[in-house]
């Protein structure tokens, strides 16, 4: 076939090398002038388990606890946009981590995005060894436990790492400070949990290394190209889209929209209106001061539901969670990412210049997790809504998309993401 596929992130990237792969015509269109520019761009780059990433699965990223636990849930901030349709995420989201915990056990979503994980890191991991590629990975993650509410919290999760075969050890406060040494020494710590197999990667580096290897499978790549308008096929008609500047529209056998963020103005002409929300988050990279003063592992900061990690010569801290895509830096946020940042891991950046500050938009589903699949309008498919989960599943994502659009028997059931489920 000969597919068209909207936006050059992670999650297109990795779909145009996928379906390249197996002979399919590929054309990429990107509105930036490279590929990712925009959510790929300073996230944390995690590559552990999706579950224990902070705000992947509702119930779990809050300070919400369970039955025997109680307290109050923690949730996004309200931002600029239509507060509506905020509230009404909000309340589908909190009904989902309500229905996890009444349940106390692994669900079927928490099992489906491990799944998505282990099999994208398969993926990762022989891509990176074919072409001989070093995106800054960083071998090993922890996930650092505040206290003994945090890890009854975390069970369910736990349960559903353990049912997928994923290797976790439970460390206690000084095991983990012996794995991290720089740890410091204000940090309250109740233990962690550690996974030697996960890590972390420079998502914008390994994105634009992937780029490589699909254009060597055949793909094509036109940047600086914006799809203003899409015709789904149907009646002996190709998908067709709409470039600016351009008169005639190009046509395709399929379209892939994979533009994040731009999505719903590309689908809402349509009729179709998706059932995810931008939660805007925060990443701040700065110059590694001293290689001793820095994490060993990729870090996951479960309290303060904060993602650090040295990547490379630089220190990513990633944090905070808003409604909607536009709108100012939240100051208090950002000083809570540099307060902990020193607190944590002291002495590990150069905090007065080189400085680099991203406010990136992750677009979200109510159930944590993505849209991925046939549309319903002919030729369009979506792989959409993936969430602070983007790096950790891109590559799976990518491969199900494959299997679907040559309807092949895949590793997972597509039901459980099918863009359709919340009718």
Known sequence: MNIAIVGAGS????????????????????????????????????????????????????????????????????????????????????????????????????????????????????????????????????????????????????????????????????????????LGEETALAGSLYFPQAGAANGRLATLMQRQAAQSAGARFETQRLVQRLQPGGAGRTARLQLQGEDTPRSHDAIVVCAGAEAANLLAPLSLRLPMIALRGYGISAPLREQGYAPRHAIVDWSEQMTLVRLGQRMRVVAGA????????????????????????????????????????????????????ASGLPGIWLNLGHGSCGAAIAQGCASMLSDLMDNRTSFLDSALLDPRRFG
């Not at 800054?136 to 505040?146: D, F, H, R």
């Not at 009854?152 to 997928?164: D, G, I, R, V």
């Not at 307060?339 to 589903?365: D, K, Y």
Request: hydrophobic share 40%; charged share 15%; proline share 6%.
């Open 322 to 373: 808003e409604l909607g895509s536009h709108g100012p830096m939240h100051e208090a946020t950002l000083q809570r990412m540099y307060h902990r940042l020193n607190m944590v891991f002291p002495g590990s950046a150069v905090l007065t210049s080189g400085v680099q500050i991203w406010h990136g938009t992750r677009m979200c589903t109510a159930d944590g997790l993505p849209l991925l699949g």
């Open 11 to 182: 999650i297109g990237v990795a779909t145009a090398h996928a379906l390249a792969q197996v002979g399919h015509e590929v054309t990429v269109y990107e509105r930036h002038g490279t590929v990712a520019e925009e959510a790929s761009f300073g996230h944390a780059g995690w590559l552990g388990p999706s579950l224990l990433q902070p705000w992947s699965v509702p119930g779990l990223s809050t300070t919400e606890r369970s039955p025997t636990l109680p307290g109050r849930q923690a949730l996004p901030r309200p931002g600029s946009g239509n507060l509506a349709a905020q509230l009404r995420w909000l309340w589908q989201w909190r009904q989902a981590g309500r229905r996890l915990r009444k349940a106390g056990e692994p669900t079927a979503t928490m099992a489906a995005l491990e799944t998505l994980t282990q099999r994208s890191q398969q993926f990762q991991q022989s891509l990176w060894r074919q072409w001989e590629l070093d995106p800054e990975y960083v071998s090993g993650s922890l996930v650092l436990l505040g206290s003994e509410a945090d890890h009854e919290q975390l069970k369910p999760a736990l349960a559903a790492l353990a049912e997928a075969g994923t290797r976790c050890e439970a460390l206690d406060a000084t095991q983990t400070r012996l794995r991290e040494p720089a």
